[in-house]
């Protein structure tokens, strides 16, 4: 059964930072790209972050850009989002997802697996 957990959510004022992680078991964890995504309420699910299977390419949004850092630890089962220099528009349930073919990265079709979600709230 595969299962991705994800930790490090809170609540943070603006300009602070926060670390998500995210574990997978249940699946071979070196062989999926691994995806962060958001949703705040009333809107859709968007795109965050992703990171292919040997973190040879990552990719963000550009609202995310130059403050969040995707990364993974594969001995580890892990994949992470750093978050600095966060805002109030930052403030949404953060999932983490798992992709097993590299494609499309930034649509949530393209994923396997999801995790159940952090909330971070970011106040002003």
């Known amino acids: 059964q595969v299962q991705l957990v994800e930790s490090g959510g809170g609540l943070v004022q603006a300009g602070g930072s926060l670390r998500l992680s995210c574990a997978a078991s249940?699946?071979?964890?070196?062989?999926?790209?691994m995806g962060w995504f958001r949703q705040a309420p009333g809107k859709e699910r968007e795109f965050a972050a992703s990171?292919?299977?040997?973190?040879?390419?990552?990719l963000y949004a550009d609202s995310v850009k130059g403050r969040f850092t995707i990364s993974r630890d594969n001995a580890k089962n892990t994949v992470y989002l750093q978050m600095n220099s966060l805002k109030p528009e930052d403030t949404a349930v953060y999932y983490c997802?798992?992709?097993?073919?590299?494609?499309?990265?930034?649509?949530?079709?393209?994923?396997?697996?999801w995790g159940q979600g952090t909330q971070v709230t970011v106040s002003s």
């Open positions: 249940g699946l071979t964890f070196r062989w999926y790209a």
């Open positions: 997802a798992a992709a097993l073919k590299i494609q499309e990265l930034e649509r949530p079709r393209s994923y396997d697996y």
């Open positions: 990171i292919t299977q040997n973190a040879g390419y990552t």
